[in-house]
T-cell receptor
Framework: IAGITQAPTSQILAAGRRMTLRCTQD?????MYWYRQDLGLGLRLIHY???????GKGEVPDGYSVSRANTDDFPLTLASAVPSQTSVYFC???????????FGPGTRLTVL | GQNIDQPTEMTATEGAIVQINCTYQ??????LFWYQQHAGEAPTFLSY??LDGLEEKGRFSSFLSRSKGYSYLLLKELQMKDSASYLC??????????WGAGTKLIIKP
């Protein structure tokens, strides 16, 4: 693995189903983030984690949960998906120097 | 509230120069970032400014004026591969990144 990986690449999901988006990084970055990106809007922060074992809420956390059991993994769970959660989801991690964020390839999620 | 403004779309000609502006109003300032995002791909880091002035990186330069809440990204010798969206983001007093909606740059031959 080099950088950040996300899985799945894309998914179509029925409303009401539970879904976990996976994110793994191998850069040993302490901080990790989940964003959603919708057409015409900027990236919006869902949840973040400054270090393993801690998480925080971003701008649009409702309907989403995260966990950070170790440095490398930061899964995002939709407990009961709704159509408004149709979006592209990006995971990112940042170094501790300039806090530049590096992004995974994204997951395109469609909730029907 | 916090706000980042960028033009929605710009068009330029291959080989020319283009300047993409970004103005911001945020609660505190701890740096400004520019990212490039090709259609269907992830954002990739271009530049970081925390002090006033110009930072140059090859064909790309980024300028910051903190007193004016203003930055621009200057792209020289435009190539077709520069067709992408350019995202401006400001790190606020809580060290969270506030993102603009992005500027879609179209390069014509």
């Amino acid at each position: 693995i080099a950088g950040i990986t996300q899985a799945p690449t894309s998914q179509i999901l029925a409303a009401g189903r539970r879904m976990t988006l996976r994110c793994t990084q191998d850069m040993r970055h302490n901080a990790m983030y989940w964003y959603r990106q919708d057409l015409g809007l900027g990236l919006r922060l869902i949840h973040y984690s400054n270090t393993a074992g801690t998480t925080g809420k971003g701008e649009v956390p409702d309907g989403y949960s995260v966990s950070r059991a170790n440095t490398d993994d930061f899964p995002l769970t939709l407990a009961s998906a709704v159509p408004s959660q149709t979006s592209v989801y990006f995971c990112a991690s940042s170094d501790g120097v300039t806090d530049t964020q590096y992004f995974g390839p994204g997951t395109r999620l469609t909730v029907l | 509230g916090q706000n980042i403004d960028q033009p929605t779309e710009m068009t330029a000609t291959e080989g020319a120069i283009v300047q993409i502006n970004c103005t911001y109003q945020t609660s505190g300032f701890n740096g400004l970032f520019w990212y490039q995002q090709h259609a269907g791909e992830a954002p990739t880091f271009l530049s970081y400014n925390v002090l006033d002035g110009l930072e140059e990186k090859g064909r790309f330069s980024s300028f910051l004026s903190r007193s004016k809440g203003y930055s621009y990204l200057l792209l020289k010798e435009l190539q077709m591969k520069d067709s992408a969206s350019y995202l401006c983001a400001v790190r606020d007093s809580n060290y969270q990144l506030i993102w603009g909606a992005g500027t879609k740059l179209i390069i014509k031959p």
